[in-house]
């Protein structure tokens, strides 16, 4: 277990919903990072938090949003899901260079 | 923008024996590090391996090590006396500065 946890592990939703993943990073850790995994792929990098800024952000559209906290667990919004939106979300944190990840939650967009 | 392949879509070992994993990436920068990740079922990324590209000595833990070969930008992993646990997907990736580059994984099975 690395310490990281994400909820809900599992999620369905409408097209045109919006939807709320949660992460809460492992002790100490200040930086937050959230990676999108389609079916069969590798994962692809959304954004990143450090100390609640956006440190960095992948090519993905302005309808995913994201938060950290001062307790640096941090949230990523998507809003109007399609159905390409169908993947897992991963959530990292981060101290130097080695990032420890959370299981995932698995979100389906019908 | 940094690039990782994997050619290497699935593959297949018996428990005990050697396999190696392939990966190259394409990277204008000097410093950098590479990971080596491995997905069980469970879906949680577990760090595997690292290298930093300023170290020519290739990192070694355990059972696993890497061929990491910088003027070529390989970096393929190779897993010792192969066990049932293994059986997993492995990704190779590229530490950007900020972000995490992966290949698309190679589907390893270790079969009894």
């Known amino acids: 277990e690395t310490g990281v946890t994400q909820s809900p592990t599992h999620l369905i939703k409408t097209r045109g919903q919006q939807v709320t993943l949660r992460c809460s990073s492992q002790?100490?850790?200040?930086?937050v990072s959230w990676y999108q995994q389609a079916l069969g792929q590798g994962p692809q990098f959304i954004f990143q938090?450090?100390?609640?800024?956006?440190?960095g952000r992948g090519n993905f559209p302005p309808r995913f949003s994201g938060l950290q906290f001062p307790n640096y667990s941090s949230e990523l919004n998507v809003n109007a899901l399609e159905l390409d939106d169908s993947a897992l979300y991963l959530c990292a944190s981060s101290e130097n260079t080695e990032a420890f990840f959370g299981q995932g939650t698995r979100l389906t967009v019908v | 923008a940094q690039t990782v392949t994997q050619s290497q879509p699935e593959m297949s070992v018996q428990e005990a024996e050697t396999v190696t994993l392939s990966c190259t990436y394409d990277t204008s920068e000097s410093n950098y590090y590479l990971f080596w990740y491995k997905q069980p079922p469970s879906r949680q990324m577990i760090l595997v391996i690292r290298?930093?590209?300023?170290?020519?000595q290739n990192a070694t833990e355990n059972r696993f090590s890497v061929n990491f070969q910088k003027a070529a930008k390989s970096f393929s992993l190779k897993i010792s006396d192969s066990q049932l646990g293994d059986t997993a997907m492995y990704f190779c990736a590229f530490d950007s500065g900020y972000a995490l580059n992966f290949g698309k994984g190679t589907s390893l099975l270790v079969t009894p």
């Open positions: 290298q930093e590209a300023y170290k020519q």
């Open positions: 002790s100490g850790h200040n930086t």
């Open positions: 938090y450090y100390r609640e800024e956006e440190n």
